[in-house]
C-alpha cells in the first residue's frame, strides 16, 4: 500500500513563500501523475497543480505565475514551491497520486497566509 505524506505548511503572511513537500512511500513519484489540491472552509477541494509522468505541469490559472510543482524522483518526493502568497491561498493542501488508475491522497498540510 502506498502511502502520501505531506509537509512543509504553516502560517506565513501576504507576500511570503512556503515550500510544500508529497512524500511517497513507494517509488511511484516519476511513474505518476502527482498534484497538489486545496480545500478552504466551507468551499469544494480545487486543483492547484499536477505534474505528469512525461513531465508535464499544468496550474489552476490562480496560481499560475506564483506556485511551482517539481518532483525528484530519487527522493521519492514531489514539492510545491508557493511564492507571493495571498490570504485566498488559505487551505488544507494535499498532495494525489494516480497510480495504475488508483487515486492515492495524503493527509494534507495546513497552510495559513495571514494579511
Known amino acids: 500500500q502506498v502511502q502520501l505524506v505531506e509537509s512543509g505548511g504553516g502560517l506565513v503572511q501576504a507576500g511570503g513563500s512556503l515550500r510544500l513537500s508529497c512524500a511517497a512511500s513507494?517509488?511511484?513519484?516519476?511513474?505518476?501523475?502527482m498534484g497538489w489540491y486545496r480545500q478552504a472552509p466551507g468551499k469544494q477541494r480545487e486543483l492547484v497543480a499536477t505534474?505528469?509522468?512525461?513531465?508535464?505541469?499544468n496550474y489552476a490559472d490562480s496560481v499560475k505565475g506564483r506556485f511551482t510543482i517539481s518532483r525528484d524522483g530519487a527522493k521519492n518526493t514531489v514539492y510545491l514551491q508557493t511564492n507571493s502568497l495571498k490570504p485566498e491561498d488559505t487551505a488544507v493542501y494535499s498532495c494525489?497520486?494516480?497510480?495504475?488508475?488508483?487515486?492515492?491522497w495524503g493527509q494534507g498540510t495546513q497552510v495559513t497566509v495571514s494579511s
Open positions: 505534474i505528469t509522468s512525461g513531465g508535464n505541469t
Open positions: 513507494r517509488n511511484i513519484v516519476s511513474r505518476s501523475t
Open positions: 494525489n497520486a494516480n497510480y495504475l488508475g488508483i487515486n492515492i
